[in-house]
């Protein structure tokens, strides 16, 4: 049984400076050690391969078939360390390696595409891979080391979790959305109470507090209930066929078709607070993207009407 624990680095590499000079002299010379030294390192090398790797010439040495075949093993071992190390220092200089980046559903319409494109711009050798869940989930898979920035939300259930660092990118107003032939549509901003009998299509989890609840509440009346829709789609199309209003995060605006109206409602507008979460420890590329998150409301100033 051959002893594949002496096999360390510094004696392979080592080997290879012996194979690729051809001599113990000129290896040693390159390495900085005695000639001497070096017949050791390799005769225990020697001892562990179980045989001779070396065939001791008049002018050098040449390597045996199992010095070969040892050889090719070497030099896969050293050069996959090397490549390990460019990655290393590629991911600890922010410049490299993968990124794992988790968002909600409604910050990948606009928040995450641009900023993301503009990152790539800048660090050109940064893998994403991308994760899009509710916050919640988001924050488990960050505290379990499967995500190395999370963009998440305080709605519905406030922020999540505990144990990782949070920086806040802002506030997502929420606007109403209507069909194009509604009585408000042409209004510069709407008063939810002029809303007091619409339909409201929604998808938040029963028995759980909602922005348009407590909205509606602080405007004097009862939001009525519509069509329960969970996707962004469906919504749109109930809105679109005038079976219902909704609300639609100013976030998703990018998504809404050309067939709706998306107002901004007068007085306090109802408004999530979106967090990017780090793990305790970030990495320098999810510092750089969180900091550019931050940005993100410069491309939000402009509200559709």
Known sequence: MYDTNAFDTGSLRLFDEVARSGSFTAAAELLGYTQSAVSRRVAALERAAGGPLFERLARGVRLTPAGAALHRHAVAVLDRLERAGEELAAIHGGH????????????????????????????????????????????????????????????????????????????????????????????AEVDLRDLAGEPWIEAAPRGQPTLLVAACAAAGFTPRGGPRVAEWSGKFGFVAAGLGVTLVPELAARAVPADLVLKPLRGTTPARKVYAALPESPLPAALELVEMLGEWEVCMTDSPT
Do not use: Q, W
Request: aromatic share 4%; proline share 5%.
């Open 96 to 187: 490299g390696g993968i990124l794992r980046v988790g968002s909600f559903a409604t910050a990948n319409i606009d928040l995450l595409p641009g900023t993301l494109k503009r990152f790539l711009e800048r660090r050109t050798g940064v893998e994403l891979r991308l994760t899009e869940g509710l916050s919640a989930r988001l924050m488990d898979l960050l505290h379990a080391g499967a995500l190395d920035v999370a963009v998440i939300s305080d709605y519905p259930a406030g922020l999540p979790g505990e144990g990782a660092r949070t920086v806040p990118l802002g506030e997502d107003r929420l606007l109403v959305a209507l069909p194009a032939g509604h009585r408000l549509a042409g209004e």
